[in-house]
């Protein structure tokens, strides 16, 4: 969810336009309401502040919103500074992690991997039961 906020509605509105082009949009392309998304969305203060109220009317829902600060650690260590840093604790703080890029082959390959063999022991796993 915090990447559809940003750059999901950011790809679709390319789209529809005829602009989407594979890889990385250059920064000077991107509009400011992104930015700002993507702050909101990768941000621990703010999906603890959503989490919280969430969990005051619905307890079970706020447990499956934890995916989101999760998202939020896996994510902070693999943006550099030049593009997209996460601010983990925005509006209170502009800190950020000048960490390894996601586009780099000993990051993503490994992901991949790893979604594939998730995939493959779900999928398993359900002919078993």
Known sequence: MPDLL???LFML????????????P??????????????ISHSFVCAFIAIGIVATRRKDLAFALLGWPFHILL?????TRAYFPTKLFWPVSDFTVDG?????PEIWLPN??????????RRMSRRVE
């Not at 250059?26 to 400011?32: E, F, K, M, S, V």
Request: aromatic residues 18%.
């Open 75 to 79: 994510d902070f260590p693999f943006h």
């Open 112 to 121: 991949v991997a790893g979604l594939i063999v998730l995939y493959v022991y």
């Open 13 to 24: 509105l390319r789209l529809l336009s005829g602009t989407l082009q594979s890889g990385p």
């Open 26 to 39: 250059p920064l000077n392309i991107i509009p400011a309401w992104l930015f700002i998304n993507y702050d």
């Open 6 to 8: 940003s750059f999901g």
């Open 100 to 104: 390894l890029s996601w586009g780099r």
